[in-house]
């Protein structure tokens, strides 16, 4: 086995006894149980041919040197030996992140002479828990879909060529349900559904024509033509993982070239596992991906602004720093990955909340395991990898029976060797844990959630167009007096986020706030820069990073942003017209 290759996570999952492992929160993500198997990432070069002749497991290739496999646990380590292999990672959970704005926006004045902004021409992508194909504002006035194609990676038995999971449903079977009626046969022709109503209304924000208002709710791009990916969810938690969203992105980019159009990728889901600076597998391949074609992709900063969940600090000689951590009662698992400069050395002793103390933790023992009286805490120390300089130390609380100590944790961080003596913590993303836990004296800044740290989308915050204020659940920057060694200028822009009407299921509208609703404010408004510019012949090169700094040349500073850019909202609010060529 060739363990640098293997994630920090992974290594840890398939280093403790299944049992144990079923009861953790993250460490069980990706595995089937029933097969056996694993549903893995891996990143290569060259063919896998040989690997998925030998050992005889299914292949899903990506764009960009990426692909998704299914393989048995005792195969991994034979599967890190080839050379085509580099990187080998499990996914991960993602969480959602939870037109008044049409107008804070300044995309009202695009909608008419010269330009005529609508969206047409272009593809907007949806990647998330699904839509109500019948809402009329998915609908042209004739009654025909607006959607020109839906993946539901839930639905096994059609999934698009390439890929081994869901159903896909074209525009001609859509019309087929819609004509005949969704209780009269439509909902077996396409039995596609959205649970939550989350992607019906970030699709109603990024593309919805209003139909349903007589156009007083119309979304940015009222005519761009939808990609709907309705994301999987097999865990019993019900969320979906990275696996689906690299599968989802793909399969619209793919689509997109196929039918020569820009597209613009709407993402509203996000997790906290890995460093925030960038390097993560699921991040790599988005920046891969976004130098492709004629594409631009969004993301949320997501909503752990002020949820507890990172702390950050500087350690000094002679200096023991203290963690606290609150855990509420019936807590069945949670982990806690500390991100440090690999050369720093410092013992780390954790204290329960009766008194007990483990540690100090060895630093050459890579997989160590603590039985408690009640809980069992699993630690693992990661090498730096080809595609990460910084060590993670990945710590998991598991229950012995069903539910970890409640009460106040410590961890005591004592310096041996220090060179730059700054690290980070997370814990899992708001909404991930069945209760609470919570850093006692949180660090509220660093608080993007991934992807929206990846280098080559564009990161939208939250704020509250009505009054110009910020949206204080919105995930915020580094603050560079607070983190020095961060100095990537995250999120990109805001966008209003706070009591957005949108879309519902069912045929109405509803309120939302969040950052998964500002988002699809600045994916809508890269379609109409793309309309502009390469449907309409203004600029073929209107894509890409281009669309970034558009934007950015035409963000509004808000009255709170002390600076700019600011790890709060980047450089100011969306205004679409700001950001067209004068």
Not at 14 to 31: A, D, F, M, Q
Not at 51 to 68: F, N, T, W
Request: hydrophobic letters at 35%.
């Amino acid at each position: 086995m060739t363990e640098s290759k293997i994630s920090p996570e992974l290594s840890i999952a398939i280093g403790i006894p299944e049992t144990e492992r079923e009861k953790s929160l993250n460490l069980n993500v990706g595995y089937n149980s029933f097969l056996e198997e694993w549903e893995l990432i891996i990143r290569y070069t060259g063919s896998l041919a040989e690997i998925q002749k030998e050992l005889a497991i299914p292949v899903e290739e990506l764009m960009g040197g990426y692909a998704i496999i299914r393989i048995p646990q005792y195969l991994i380590g034979r599967l890190s030996d080839y050379p085509q292999i580099h990187y080998i990672e499990k996914p991960k959970s993602l969480l959602l992140e939870e037109m008044e704005g049409i107008t804070a926006s300044c995309i009202s004045r695009v909608r008419l002479s010269p330009y005529f902004l609508t969206g047409k021409g272009t593809y907007v992508a949806c990647l998330d828990s699904g839509i109500d194909i019948y809402h009329p504002d998915f609908r042209h006035g004739d009654g025909s879909t607006r959607i020109a194609s839906l993946w539901d990676q839930t639905i096994p038995g059609n999934p698009p060529e390439g890929f081994q999971i869901g159903s896909v449903y074209d525009r001609e079977t859509i019309n087929k349900a819609l004509a005949t009626g969704k209780n009269n046969g439509g909902s077996t022709l396409v039995p596609s559904f959205d649970g939550t109503g989350h992607g019906t209304a970030v699709a109603g924000i990024l593309a919805g024509n209003g139909n349903a208002s007589n156009q007083d709710l119309a979304g940015v791009a009222p005519e761009a033509e939808l990609i709907v990916v309705k994301l999987g969810n097999p865990s019993d938690r019900g969320f979906p993982r990275t696996t689906e969203l690299m599968r989802a992105i793909d399969y619209s980019l793919r689509f997109a070239i196929a039918n020569n159009k820009p597209i613009a990728i709407n993402i509203s889901f996000g997790n906290n596992y890995g460093n925030h600076i960038g390097d993560s597998i699921l991040e790599q391949y988005m920046d891969t991906i976004a130098n492709m074609y004629k594409n631009v992709i969004v993301t949320g900063t997501g909503n752990d602004g002020i949820t507890s969940r990172h702390t950050a600090g500087t350690l000094t000689r002679n200096h023991t720093e203290t963690i606290e951590l609150y855990v509420a009662d019936y807590m069945s698992s949670f982990n806690l990955q500390i991100w440090k400069h690999y050369l720093d050395d410092f013992d780390i002793i954790i204290e329960t909340p009766t008194g007990t103390r483990i540690g100090p933790l060895s630093t050459y023992s890579r997989v160590q395991n603590y039985a408690l009286l009640d809980d069992i805490i699993s630690v693992y120390y990661s090498e730096p990898t080809p595609y990460s300089p910084e060590q993670e130390i990945y710590i998991s609380w598991i229950p012995i029976n069903e539910y970890i100590t409640a009460g106040i944790w410590r961890i005591y961080l004592t310096p041996k060797h220090i060179v730059s003596g700054n690290y980070n913590m997370w814990l899992p993303v708001d909404g991930s844990t069945s209760s609470e836990v919570s850093f006692m004296k949180p660090v509220i800044f660093n608080t993007l959630v991934i992807p929206s740290t990846a280098q080559n989308v564009i990161t939208v915050a939250a704020y509250n167009s009505i009054n110009n204020t910020y949206a204080n659940f919105s995930g915020r920057g580094p603050a560079y007096d607070v983190l020095p060694n961060i100095t990537a200028t995250k999120p990109d822009l805001a966008a209003p986020g706070v009591n957005i009407q949108s879309c519902t299921v069912g045929g109405g509208y509803g309120i939302f706030s969040g950052t998964s609703f500002a988002a699809p404010f600045v994916t809508g408004a890269a379609a109409l820069l793309m309309q502009y510019g390469i449907v309409d012949g203004k600029d073929p090169y209107l894509y890409g990073e281009k669309i970034r700094a558009s934007l950015i040349r035409g963000a509004r500073k808000l009255p709170f942003q002390q600076r700019t850019p600011s790890p709060l909202v980047g450089w100011g609010a969306l205004c679409v017209s700001d950001s067209l060529p004068s």
